[in-house]
């Protein structure tokens, strides 16, 4: 098994910054692309930014110039600096993993961190 926590969330004025955390902790696994997404309130949820096992990024047009997302394969963990904060960025963000175990390729979700972005 695998389980993955986040953490990190918080309430910021707009134009502040907060630094989430996530951790895929268990035995015999290995990770491959990790990812961020968020659901704001009565909306979809939404990719955010993901990075490969290579370093490889990728990022949503609304975060692009002011999230970084970065990880550390050693730690296990994928971590999403956030700039310059909006309101519009208030929602669950939850990171995604994505595991092979025994040759199978699993997704593992976190349970979300909670960001407000005041105006």
């Known amino acids: 098994q695998v389980q993955v926590v986040e953490s990190g969330g918080g309430l910021v004025q707009a134009g502040g910054s907060l630094r989430l955390s996530c951790a895929a902790s268990g035995s015999s696994f290995r990770i491959d692309d990790m990812g961020w997404y968020r659901q704001a309130p009565g909306k979809q949820r939404e990719l955010v930014a993901t990075?490969?096992?290579?370093?490889?990024?990728n990022y949503a047009d609304s975060v692009k110039g002011r999230f970084t997302i970065s990880r550390s394969n050693a730690k296990n963990t994928v971590y999403l600096q956030m700039n310059s904060l909006k309101p519009e960025d208030t929602a669950v963000y939850y990171c995604?993993?994505?595991?092979?175990?025994?040759?199978?390729?699993?997704?593992?979700w976190g349970q979300g961190t909670l960001v407000t972005v005041s105006s």
């Open positions: 990075i490969t096992r290579g370093g490889s990024t």
């Open positions: 995604k993993v994505v595991v092979t175990i025994s040759s199978r390729l699993l997704e593992v």
